[in-house]
């Protein structure tokens, strides 16, 4: 089975890359803006903005895995998010269908229901609260209404929680370094629930869906359980660290007062702090999620939540005490 992956040099995709090569049954070929460090052999610059040049790069394609977003917080101008994330969505399916290639494994994103939802299904309504969200969730109306009019296409989505592990240098990593850098300091009364994804397990997932479900529509989210607090992680990792942990406190409002102060020094400098009053907001909020609709589809995670932290902090700060 030839397998495009397309944004697979980033953080999930070179994941699912280095467990796909393992499997002499798969061809794969990663299509993405940016060279992969690891798999240049195999890699086609080709941006999801080029229609012409998906097209012709997913000529005898069986399966394409969509991995390509813009997703940080801070992405100027925001109209990238809509561009890249929801006409991205369209470029890409309408390259598939010139193609005759009708199956395919999108990751969407948690952030479609908002913040501090009470442990949210599939079911559940979409509200998101940023512009990564939105675009997110406007992609996956766009593949709503193709499956309407393609029913006999094979889509499934996957909406994956924060997502981290070894090479990343997202927000669980920040946290890590901070408390590993001792420049932690807890904002709020970190009793707020935080589920998480470990990296390792996600590209299992996307593995076992295109190997397992091969008809019709799914949607699912991919959390790695148990659910930790956000006191709970912090102050597990610091012992893992052996690093100290301030018992002080900055009250949520103070904390936010000070994301609002850097994003207007952003503003005006056109730089990227790593505090924004969308992280504190996020930092802050309850970030909850039902994953038994995997729970029940057969698939196992090959690492518990533990070995995932266990592995990153090995990784990036030469820890094995956990």
Same mark, same amino acid.
């Given at each position: 089975?030839?397998?495009?992956?397309?944004?697979?040099?980033?953080?999930?995709?070179?994941?699912?890359?280095?467990?796909?090569?393992?499997?002499?049954?798969?061809?794969?070929l990663?299509?993405?803006?940016?060279?992969?460090?690891?798999?240049?052999?195999?890699?086609?610059?080709?941006?999801?903005?080029?229609?012409?040049?998906?097209?012709?790069?997913?000529?005898?394609?069986?399966?394409?895995?969509?991995?390509? !977003?813009? /997703? +940080? %917080?801070?992405?100027?101008? *925001?109209?990238?998010?809509?561009? &890249?994330?929801?006409? #991205?969505? @369209?470029n890409?399916?309408?390259?598939m269908?010139?193609?005759?290639?009708?199956?395919?494994?999108?990751?969407?994103?948690?952030?479609?229901?908002?913040?501090?939802?009470?442990?949210?299904?599939?079911?559940?309504?979409?509200?998101?609260?940023?512009?990564?969200?939105?675009?997110?969730?406007?992609?996956?109306?766009?593949?709503?209404?193709?499956? !309407?009019? /393609? +029913? %006999?296409?094979?889509?499934? *989505?996957?909406?994956?929680?924060? &997502?981290f592990?070894? #090479?990343n @240098?997202?927000n669980?990593?920040?946290?890590?370094?901070?408390?590993?850098?001792?420049?932690?300091?807890?904002?709020?009364?970190?009793?707020?629930?935080?589920?998480?994804?470990?990296?390792?397990?996600?590209?299992?997932?996307?593995?076992?869906?295109?190997?397992?479900?091969?008809?019709?529509?799914?949607?699912?989210?991919?959390?790695?359980?148990?659910?930790?607090?956000?006191?709970?992680?912090?102050?597990?990792?610091?012992?893992?660290?052996?690093?100290?942990?301030?018992?002080?406190?900055?009250?949520?409002?103070?904390?936010?007062?000070?994301?609002y102060?850097?994003?207007?020094?952003?503003?005006?400098?056109?730089?990227?702090?790593?505090?924004?009053?969308v992280?504190?907001?996020?930092?802050?909020?309850?970030?909850?999620?039902?994953?038994?609709?995997?729970?029940?589809?057969?698939?196992?995670?090959?690492?518990?939540?533990?070995?995932?932290?266990?592995?990153?902090?090995?990784?990036?700060?030469?820890?094995?005490?956990?």
């Open positions: 089975m030839k397998i495009a992956i397309i944004g697979g040099s980033g953080f999930i995709g070179t994941n699912l890359i280095r467990l796909l090569v393992q499997n002499q049954d798969y061809e794969l990663n299509l993405d803006k940016s060279q992969s460090t690891d798999f240049s052999y195999i890699t086609r610059i080709v941006d999801v903005l080029d229609e012409d040049g998906l097209t012709k790069t997913l000529n005898s394609v069986d399966l394409v895995v969509l991995l390509a !977003a813009e /997703h +940080q %917080d801070n992405v100027h101008p *925001i109209s990238l998010y809509y561009e &890249v994330n929801v006409q #991205g969505m @369209r890409v399916l309408s390259a269908e010139k193609n005759e290639v009708k199956r395919l494994v999108f990751t969407s994103s948690v952030a479609v229901y908002g913040l501090d939802k009470d442990n949210p299904d599939e079911s559940f309504s979409a509200d998101p609260f940023n512009h990564y969200g939105r675009s997110k969730w406007e992609a996956e109306l766009v593949l709503q209404e193709w499956y !309407a009019n /393609h +029913q %006999d296409w094979n889509i499934n *989505i996957i909406r994956p929680t924060v &997502v592990g070894e #090479g @240098r997202g669980v990593f920040n946290l890590l370094n901070q408390i590993a850098s001792n420049r932690f300091m807890m904002i709020g009364k970190g009793q707020n629930q935080k589920s998480m994804s470990y990296v390792g397990n996600v590209a299992a997932f996307i593995s076992f869906l295109f190997q397992n479900n091969k008809c019709g529509y799914g949607v699912y989210n991919y959390v790695d359980k148990p659910d930790l607090t956000t006191h709970a992680i912090v102050y597990n990792t610091g012992r893992v660290l052996d690093k100290p942990i301030s018992s002080l406190r900055i009250p949520y409002w103070i904390g936010m007062a000070g994301g102060a850097f994003d207007i020094l952003a503003f005006l400098t056109r730089r990227k702090f790593a505090i924004s009053s992280r504190v907001r996020k930092f802050c909020a309850t970030t909850k999620y039902d994953a038994t609709k995997v729970q029940r589809s057969g698939f196992e995670a090959p690492f518990t939540m533990e070995e995932g932290l266990e592995r990153t902090l090995v990784a990036e700060f030469g820890t094995n005490q956990l």
